[in-house]
């Protein structure tokens, strides 16, 4: 029943834009994602181009699978179903962003693979990307994960503000700091980086209306940014933060960098949904008393 699903621990789409499938272990058609989907071990879920889907897991770990990506939900086991505390998923191919909780056992299971790497979970903000070349690269933004590569010895612990890449038949490269904190000339004449933050794509807080909604990332240090024309504030070592104003209903939010004569973009699209649902009564149409031990209600 619905008040059994409720409070039972699953893992279910919470949030949803653009067009997504889930293909269910054993079967052969694709189903179109929808809010409050519940995923089982063995689903595969597909995004499209400018598609998201947001998966809460049964132990609060949030997983956002962006445009573009394969993404298998290998095992889901709990303690309180399963005597067990694990987690498994695949990134075939794309990009996903993930908040882990914090493992505090070694019964606790996290692991995330790749064609070309096997990620194990600490407990972690992380990012993981998979190119067509099968190549992996894993961002953590905070915590700590292990890194292995599928096809030769090698091990790596990533931490804190660390990244790793793991080419297909190759060990993990050595962790490098994600943010550049110098100023070296080398920086400016890479490539221009800028990374928006997406820990939250819907907000139902009326406040956001008046307030805007916070927006954080980082940049190459020493480039300037705006949110739909408006500066946001940068700090010296490529940080940035601002709000920018929304709208009820679907928000695009243009992200633009300039620095050197160099110049980038990044869209960010989220959903603002502050009205309260409305409940219409049609039968009974007037309060009253009734004479009997049952009565019935209808409505919209």
Do not use: C
């Not at 949803?16 to 089982?40: D, F, H, P």
């Not at 394969?70 to 695949?90: A, C, G, L």
């Not at 190759?170 to 100023?183: C, L, N, V, W």
């Not at 709000?243 to 110049?263: D, P, Y």
């Amino acid at each position: 029943s619905a008040s059994s699903m409720q409070n039972k621990k699953v893992a279910q789409i919470k949030f949803l834009i653009g067009k997504a499938e889930v293909l269910s272990k054993g079967q052969t058609e694709w189903r179109s994602a929808k809010y409050n989907m519940v995923i089982k071990s063995g689903d595969r879920i597909k995004t499209l181009l400018n598609a998201r889907v947001e998966i809460n897991m049964p132990d609060g770990t949030l997983i956002k699978v962006n445009e573009n990506s394969i993404f298998d939900v290998k095992e889901i086991k709990t303690v309180e179903e399963d005597k067990e505390d694990k987690m498994s998923f695949t990134l075939w191919a794309g990009n996903i962003w993930a908040r882990f909780k914090k493992v505090v056992t070694t019964r606790q299971i996290r692991q995330i693979e790749s064609p070309s790497a096997v990620v194990a979970i600490r407990g972690t903000i992380l990012d993981m990307n998979v190119d067509n070349n099968q190549s992996t690269t894993v961002r953590v933004f905070e915590g700590s994960v292990s890194v292995i590569s599928k096809d030769v010895e090698g091990e790596v612990i990533v931490g804190t503000n660390q990244e790793t890449t793991v080419d297909k038949g190759r060990a993990p490269t050595s962790p490098q700091t994600i943010t550049d904190t110098g100023e070296s000339e080398s920086s400016e004449a890479g490539e221009l980086v800028l990374e928006v933050n997406a820990d939250q794509l819907q907000f139902t807080d009326p406040a956001v209306l008046m307030a805007g909604v916070p927006v954080t990332g980082r940049v190459t240090p020493r480039a300037q940014v705006t949110a739909n024309g408006i500066p946001l504030t940068v700090t010296p070592n490529g940080m940035f933060n601002g709000r920018v104003t929304v709208q009820e209903g679907l928000n695009s939010i243009n992200f633009e960098a300039h620095l050197n004569q160099k110049k980038k973009n990044s869209r960010l699209r989220l959903f603002v949904n502050t009205k309260k649902p409305q409940l219409n009564l049609s039968s009974p149409i007037v309060a009253g008393f009734l004479n009997r031990r049952d009565y019935s209600l209808s409505g919209a």
